[in-house]
């Protein structure tokens, strides 16, 4: 089968592998219809050292099911799924407590033999406890937007949470890429009265206009800092969802927190060391966040995308095949485009 695999910073390939299968009795075996392309693997396309054997990309997908093993129980060949970023089995203390990205028996697709899902299948271990049946056909008109249930906007609703967004709060939103503009889908959805998002990009800020940001601030560093308190009444925001995961917006995402606020993580740390401490601990600043249990958010947001209330699909902004990957990869990182999604 054909594949994504990235061999070094900016060089990345359709590649023809192994042909997906099943290997344990509670894997699945997807077709993917749907995959994505993930801010988070622009790290790597700017980062990533040589590598002989190369890594396999993506971690976003819908797809239907071809084959499961003997054990799964929740599923059956031809079913339409989504399939979360992690892999879960749904039933440790981990996942009974929602944080499927801590499961015991857990992981992350695209690592280890597990593939990637910018391919034309991929193998899904714990296939009962991650995949989720989705209700329409493959090609249904919401696709783009259930697509994004795989990882950004659970990603961004993660972000949410973990910032203690409720009715009437301020809110500011670090980063206006794909998880930032569904954070800003998830801030409105969870009631919040004032949403700042810190961007520059005018396609990006016009959209999160749409999506409910009442406003922009497009400064930077101490700049930035100043104009949200000047938004919010001098003090900073109540919660504060930082989407990108370097030093700078992680510093940048506590300044602008009030006392007493909260700050939900949710872009990839870039740095070992967490910045801007001082201003966390005297301010009583809650800093929480991490790897998305995306799969426990499903159940919660699917009906609000179903019945049109939310559309984050709309952060595709670009469709490829596999063969235009690489291109996809150029697009993003040029930000010619916020998402790209792939039709293997
Ligand atoms: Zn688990």
């Known amino acids: 089968m054909r594949a994504t695999v990235m061999f070094e910073a900016g060089d990345v390939r359709i590649e023809d592998v192994p042909d997906a299968r099943l290997v344990e009795p509670t894997d699945a075996l997807i077709r993917v219809t749907r995959a994505c392309i993930c801010g988070s693997d622009l790290w790597p396309y700017n980062q990533l050292e040589h590598s002989e054997t190369g ?11 071809e084959a499961v093993g003997a054990d799964v129980r929740t599923m059956k060949a031809g079913d339409l799924v989504v399939m979360p970023f992690a892999y879960s089995d749904g039933t440790c203390v981990f996942c009974h407590d929602g944080l499927h990205t801590s499961c015991i028996h857990g992981g992350f697709f695209g690592t ?3 593939g990637g899902a910018q391919a034309e299948a991929v193998r899904v271990p714990q296939a009962d406890g991650t995949l989720f049946v989705l209700p329409v056909g493959e090609d249904d008109a919401l696709m783009p937007s259930l697509l994004t249930l795989s990882d950004v906007m659970g ?29 800003v ?7 919040a009265e004032q949403i700042i998002i810190l961007g520059r990009h005018a396609d990006r800020i016009a959209l999160a206009r749409e999506f409910g940001a009442t406003d922009v601030v497009s400064e930077r560093g101490e700049e930035a800092v100043e104009r949200v308190r000047e938004l919010t009444g001098g003090f900073g925001a109540h919660s504060v969802l930082e989407c990108v995961g370097h030093g700078q917006a992680v510093a940048t995402a506590i300044g602008v927190a009030r006392p007493g606020g909260a700050v939900g993580r949710v872009g990839v740390p870039q740095d070992e060391t967490m910045p ?3 201003p966390a601990f005297f301010g009583n600043v809650t800093v929480g ?12 947001l699917l009906p609000d995308v179903l019945e049109g209330r939310i559309e984050p699909g709309r952060v595709l902004d670009r469709a490829v095949g596999l063969d235009e990957v690489p291109d996809g990869y150029r697009a993003m990182n040029d930000r010619e485009s916020i998402k790209v999604m792939v039709r293997p």
């Open 55 to 65: 890594v396999r990309m993506g971690h976003e997908a819908v797809g239907v099911v």
């Open 112 to 114: 280890g033999d597990v």
């Open 155 to 183: 990603t961004g609703h993660h972000a949410a949470v973990a910032a203690k967004v409720s009715p009437g709060k301020s809110v500011a939103v670090v980063g206006d890429g794909a998880v930032g503009l569904c954070a």
């Open 185 to 191: 889908i998830a801030a409105k959805r969870l009631g």
């Open 276 to 278: 801007a401490s001082l």
């Open 289 to 300: 966040g991490g790897p998305a249990p995306v799969r426990a958010y499903v159940e919660e």
